[in-house]
């Protein structure tokens, strides 16, 4: 399974470059997607590691971000989810999940 960090729950949702602030995940496994919300967004502590963990709880293996900071790193580490980080701040959902098709 994939997340991917997500502005808005839509289909022509643009990627967020914050990992752990990102308000939205879209989990997708190839063929099927659904969103999810980061019930920790706003959260003031130790964020990452909590978003890691529900993240794991879903059997995601990857992230799709823009960045991730030292806590999420380690903690992303330590659950062995791979990370790939995008730079690309205007790309939107729909065209990720083609690329991943």
Known sequence: MIAISITSKRK???????????????LFNGEDFRFIDNPYHE???DVAPRVVKM???KEVSKIITGEVGPKAKDALEKSKIQVIMLEEDHINLQEIIK???
Do not use: A, I, T, W
Not at 14 to 25: A, I
């Open 55 to 57: 993240l794991k709880e």
């Open 99 to 101: 690329k991943l098709s």
């Open 43 to 45: 959260e003031e502590n």
């Open 12 to 26: 022509n949702s643009l990627l967020d470059l914050r990992f752990g602030r990102s308000p939205h995940f879209c």
